[in-house]
């Protein structure tokens, strides 16, 4: 439902905040609305049913319970006239999961009454796609424990509110996430990574072949110097996490501009065949905000996540490589 809610309200312009932080007071979200130069904050209590009228007097009177400056607001699948009616007369917002809402606080007022009823949609049978899907999925299989809270799933101001429980809600629909305790998710982890190799259509962007006659290792701490952001990958980056073999050659991201061949004195390939260094520029940015630094030799090399690196391991090819991809996998699903 919350989801649904952030989505309506992010679909009419509206920037939305989202704290499902328990300790606030026994309410199940903070909301906090902003639309052009008016901001207002809204603890949510959410209801898997519109409540029937004889039911509100309880839950009208916790409005003496918000946090001071926010207004209490009613979640809900669908509300009718008659309670939607009695809540704004109490001092309540309401929403509901079908497009409706009625958002009032001191000075700020958003409202719509959706004509009908959403279709019906049906059950999805892939991952997600579009902006954000991979990064949020990609961060659900490499955190370092069994739940998740979803604030560290969007990145920093990569992926808004809205958007990450749109992920979340259609790999719930696949049985491959649940919600844990609030503000936090599950993961069937090990499901959720094979489903990603097998879907993950690759980092799109860009992509050169260099060669060097220098060590992979140390073209990446080389690359790491530079003032230029950088993220190593295969096959320096799986080396660092789970050393398995020595790496041959090195995949490197970087943003537009970086001129990666003339930092490392590489030269150009003629393709993936004589070359040792991939250097990528990708449409996937999320590549860079779930990358974190390893100390090698007093630099530090900014590593993709692992689930990066084990694609980019089958990517690149090779026995040897699949071998060192699942050790990568072993450590990943143990953490």
């Known amino acids: 439902m ?92 309401w929403a509901d999961g079908e497009g409706s809402f009625d958002l009032r606080a001191s000075g700020f007022r958003l409202r719509q009454r959706a004509v009908q009823r959403r279709p019906e949609r049906p059950e999805p049978t892939t991952l997600p796609r579009g902006p954000g899907s991979w990064g949020v999925i990609r961060a659900l299989i490499a955190a370092p424990g069994p739940t998740v809270e979803v604030a560290n799933l969007r990145g920093p101001g990569q992926v808004t509110a809205g958007r990450t429980y749109q992920v979340l809600r259609k790999l719930s629909a696949l049985a491959l996430v649940e919600p844990a305790q609030r503000g936090s998710w599950r993961s069937d982890k090990e499901a959720l990574l094979d489903r990603y190799l097998a879907e993950y259509p690759g980092p799109g962007g860009s992509v050169t072949h260099l060669y060097s006659l220098d060590e992979p290792l140390e073209l990446a701490r080389r690359a790491s110097a530079t003032a230029a952001k950088v993220v190593i990958s295969a096959d320096v980056g799986a080396d660092l996490l789970v050393p398995w073999r020595r790496p041959d050659h090195l995949v490197a991201y970087s943003g537009p501009g970086a001129f990666l061949g003339k930092l490392l004195g590489a030269t150009p390939a003629h393709g993936r065949h004589d070359a040792n260094i991939t250097w990528r520029v990708p449409e996937d940015t999320s590549i860079f905000y779930l990358a974190r630094p390893v100390a090698v030799e007093g630099v530090q090399v900014v590593v993709a996540d692992p689930v990066q690196l084990i694609w980019e391991l089958g990517a690149l090819g090779g026995d040897d490589r699949l071998e060192a991809a699942e050790k990568l996998r072993q450590w990943l699903l143990s953490r």
């Open 2 to 93: 919350l989801y649904d809610v952030v989505r309506d309200l992010e679909g009419i312009g509206a920037q939305v905040a989202v704290d499902e932080n328990p300790a606030r007071l026994g309410f199940d979200a903070f909301l906090e609305v902003r639309l052009d130069d008016r901001t207002a904050g809204f603890a949510v209590e959410e209801k898997r049913r519109c409540p029937y009228p004889g039911e509100l007097g309880h839950l009208l009177n916790r409005a003496i319970v918000a946090p001071p400056g926010a207004v209490p607001l009613l979640a809900a699948p669908g509300v009718s006239e008659g309670v939607a009616q009695r809540l704004i007369a109490s001092g309540w917002s």
